[in-house]
């Protein structure tokens, strides 16, 4: 079974026994007890296990494949990737959920079931674990299923499952599958050791929810979870060494072969790294596309790893260029049919690690020599002082530093780094006392250590007096500042720094550490430095843009929980001066009735022109009052309240218009799924509806001008010409198929033993594919393999073979195929392949005719 079909299989079982079958959700959760990243398939199901939210389905049943990441917390799984036989940082979980319905009984049948009815394995060699207290899972298992008892093992803490420090949890039992004496001792998961008993499949019967402080209370109600290895589903199944032999593992490894020029079996150490490529490459593409971007702290700074781990692993096989946008353009290849949204951010996403890479060489070139030097000192330890250089000089992550060096059998001296960087640290303070308070300021914390949190003053003052108390890096540090910082989905302000001596361009605002606002900016004339007066201008406009729009989402959101209902709660939104998004759910896809009525709500609440109060208070009395809080926002004791109109009562430290009359029409634009139940709404407000609305005015016209009739007959024009498209494509059609049934009996000559192979390259596949039909339909031809260079770009195959043959179509083409980097169908009778390289097209076709069993050309 390959992954595609043991995707259609998973689905297919658990749809027959009514269970919704949901898309997996983004790799970045919404719940706020979630980890870092989705590391499980019941990730997107938590509010229901914990009654926060209805349950949507009817019956209360789910089964999904779902991306996980491990790369944080306790699942963390990076240092073991490429070494053991099934540890990846990025894999996806076949699962099935209950929810406060069936329970073990169901759950272990279907289980056994799938694994051996459907699926195909060896129930001779399948072995069960059950929590040492589940009596009953034991009975199941042994008297209902018929599996022996010395195949039943009871264990401890492996058989409790929980999400994490904090969450759902309960008694787990897990199915084994018995490699084989080669892979270890006997005597079951207990005692045999991990390599040799597989567990590929987990069943949590989960009952309880874990607290911040260790102790357990019941949940609303008993449910099932259960999770499965897709890849390591896939090693098993094929009698592979490694989660790396899936099928799907293949190209992306063919890949990594292809840009380092090492070949798998050559040496240990390059497999390992091979094995690394490929699987980062699928990590990092994947968080990108699901909106991670490489930074310096949380989910970014952890893909900045991932990125150059990977890029570092290429560099020490001798790769001195760019690996990642091949890697990704593999792993877009391999996994877009399972999830066609890679395939529409590649671009996006190549661009962004791309970049990444670009950068990281650079330090990478820069730090190596200095490592290399101690390292072949043959010393048992790099210096602190050489990690500290390379830290402070060459801006080469300590991290990097210790990886490299284990990979030698070599320790850093870090307590002699950490002396090193306190003593940094110490000199910076101590210039302070000395009045040279701006001297080695090198790092964001030492400039809130010496002068503290920047006082923010954009609520009364658009431009203000500030003194610059640090430039670090394209970073302009101010002890007061009218610039919002990005927080809370709204977007960082823009603006002028000036000075004196120069003027700066801030082209947004963040905040490096809590409370101390980064001005990212680009000194556009002459220079600013530490200690000199400044005046700090935000872009007006700008702000009240995005003030127009900030507001609009909290109208946008009381206008949604009225149509939809109260359950509905936003997930995170982004505030920009040209548009508001706004995540929400759980929710289906909204109708064009309900967008209206939203809409409508929204510009009536609008309309009435109430005002917007603004104003602090303590969390409690803002809880006494009813204000709703954003997720994934941090609320300290005291707390900004909204309070817009009548209706709108929310928590929020953004900037906002003074009635809501300010805010002007609001227009919904776009509404789109981001995840099972979770949608997406984008909106505009102000002038942005009367832009939008010029822009599809000049569409309409310049659409008329090109149909040749009045604006108002565009619908009817337009019918017209697709009629009349319509009719040509069915001339062109049939003039075609007589082209090829006339060129195909010249091409018959050429014929050896009944099978033609050749070359043509000037006809698109669809022309291909009608000359190889009508070839084949030829007296005496077998088989027919034709291909092309189409016009357009790329290669194309098209195998076709005679009813009464021996050949199958897609084999006379599958090695074929893969020599143009391509890939294609399965028909046994007419095959069609399409790949990327032109050039491999000689070679495809010589191997066609091995193929076919004919002489070459």
């Not at 495809?844 to 050309?857: D, N, S, V």
């Amino acid at each position: 079974m390959k992954s595609d079909e043991l995707r259609r299989a998973w689905a297919e079982y658990f749809r027959e026994r009514q269970h919704a079958i949901v898309p997996s959700a983004g790799l970045i959760p919404h719940h706020p007890t979630a980890p870092m990243f989705v590391n499980s398939g019941m990730m997107q199901f938590v509010p229901y296990f914990l009654g926060e939210e209805p349950i949507p389905f009817n019956p209360p049943r789910a089964a999904s494949i779902q991306k996980c990441v491990r790369l944080a917390g306790k699942h963390n799984d990076i240092d073991e990737v490429g070494r053991t036989r099934r540890h990846l940082t990025f894999f996806e979980m076949l699962g099935n959920w209950s929810f406060g319905e069936y329970f073990k009984r169901e759950a272990i049948e279907w289980a056994w079931d799938f694994v051996t009815s459907v699926s195909g394995f060896d129930g001779d060699r399948v072995w069960a674990t059950v929590h040492e207290t589940d009596d009953e899972a034991e009975a199941i298992w042994h008297e209902e299923i018929g599996l022996p008892m010395e195949r039943i093992q009871r264990l401890r803490k492996e058989n409790y499952w929980e999400m994490g420090e904090t969450g759902p949890c309960g008694v787990s039992s897990e199915i084994h599958y018995d490699s084989g004496a080669e892979w270890g001792e006997e005597g079951g998961p207990k005692f045999g050791g991990q390599d040799r008993y597989i567990e590929f499949w987990n069943l949590v019967f989960m009952t309880d929810f874990r607290h911040g402080d260790g102790h357990l209370t019941e949940l609303p109600a008993k449910n099932v979870d259960t999770g499965a290895g897709f890849e390591r589903w896939l090693m098993l199944l094929h009698g592979g060494r490694s989660a790396f032999d899936a099928d799907h593992f293949v190209p992306l490894l063919e890949t990594a072969q292809s840009v380092t020029g090492r070949r798998l079996g050559a040496d240990e150490q390059s497999d390992y790294a091979l094995r690394i490529l490929a699987d980062h490459s699928r990590t990092m593409t994947f968080l990108v596309n699901d909106g991670v971007v490489p930074s310096n702290e949380d989910r970014g700074y952890v893909l900045r790893r991932v990125i150059r781990r990977a890029v570092r692993f290429a560099y020490l096989l001798g790769v001195h260029t760019p690996v990642l946008p091949r890697l990704i353009a593999s792993t877009v290849e391999t996994m877009g049919d399972a999830y066609p949204e890679l395939r529409a951010n590649e671009s996006w996403v190549t661009n962004i690690l791309a970049n990444e890479e670009g950068s990281f060489r650079a330090t990478l070139e820069r730090g190596m020599t200095l490592l290399e030097g101690s390292l072949s000192a043959r010393s048992d330890v790099v210096p602190g002082d050489v990690a500290f250089r390379l830290h402070d000089t060459h801006g080469f992550p300590v991290e990097v530093t210790q990886e490299i060096a284990a990979e030698r059998g070599v320790d850093v001296d870090v307590d002699g780094f950490e002396r090193l960087m306190s003593e940094q640290r110490e000199r910076a303070k101590q210039a302070s006392k000395k009045g040279d308070v701006y001297a080695n300021l090198t790092s964001f914390q030492e400039v809130l250590d010496q002068f503290g949190v920047t006082e923010f003053v954009g609520r009364e003052e658009f431009e203000t007096k500030a003194k610059v108390l640090a430039v670090v890096d394209d970073g302009i540090f101010l002890d007061r500042s009218p610039f919002y910082a990005e927080s809370g989905g709204q977007v960082g302000d823009t603006g002028t720094i000036t000075t004196d001596t120069g003027r700066a361009e801030v082209d947004d605002t963040s905040y490096a550490l809590p409370g101390l606002h980064r001005h990212v900016a680009r000194v556009v004339e002459g220079e600013i430095t530490p200690g000199q007066e400044a005046t700090a201008a935000i872009d007006v406009a700008r702000r009240d843009a995005i003030r127009r729009n900030h507001t609009g989402t909290h109208i946008l959101h009381w206008a949604l929980r009225q149509v939809l209902g109260g359950h509905v709660k936003q997930q995170g939104s982004l505030v920009a001066p040209d548009r508001l998004r706004f995540d929400f759910g759980p929710s289906e896809a909204l109708s064009v009735e309900q967008i209206r009525a939203i809409e409508d709500l929204a510009n009536e609440e609008i309309l009435a022109n109430e005002s917007v109060r603004h104003y602090e208070t303590t969390k409690e009395t803002a809880a006494e009052l009813g204000a709703i809080a954003f997720f994934g926002e941090k609320y300290g004791d005291v707390v900004r309240v909204l309070e817009a109109g009548r209706h709108s009562l929310e928590l929020c430290g953004g900037t906002h218009v003074r009635a809501l009359g300010d805010i002007g029409p609001l227009k919904v634009v776009k509404e789109e799924s981001i995840g099972a139940n979770l949608r997406r709404i984008e909106a505009v407000s102000g002038t942005g509806p009367i832009e939008r609305l010029r822009h599809e005015e000049g569409v309409l016209a310049e659409l008329a001008q090109i149909l040749n009739v009045p604006t108002g007959e565009v619908i009817d024009g337009a019918r017209k010409r697709l009629e009349e498209i319509k009719t040509l494509r069915d001339e062109i059609k049939g003039l075609r198929q007589q082209a090829a049934a006339g060129r195909s009996s010249t091409l018959a000559s050429q014929a050896q033993d009944g099978v033609v192979v050749a070359r043509i390259d000037d006809l698109d596949r669809d022309a291909l594919r009608d000359l190889a039909v009508a070839l084949r339909d030829q007296p005496g031809i077998r088989a027919v393999v034709l291909g092309g260079a189409p016009a357009g770009g790329g290669a194309a195959l098209v195998s076709a073979v005679s009813a009464d043959s021996d050949f199958n179509a897609a084999e006379l083409i599958a090695d074929a195929a893969k020599t143009i980097k391509g890939g294609g169908g399965k028909d046994a009778q007419l095959a069609i392949a399409g790949g990327k390289d032109a050039s491999g097209l000689d070679e495809a076709l010589e191997q066609a005719r091995a193929a076919a069993g004919i002489p070459p050309k």
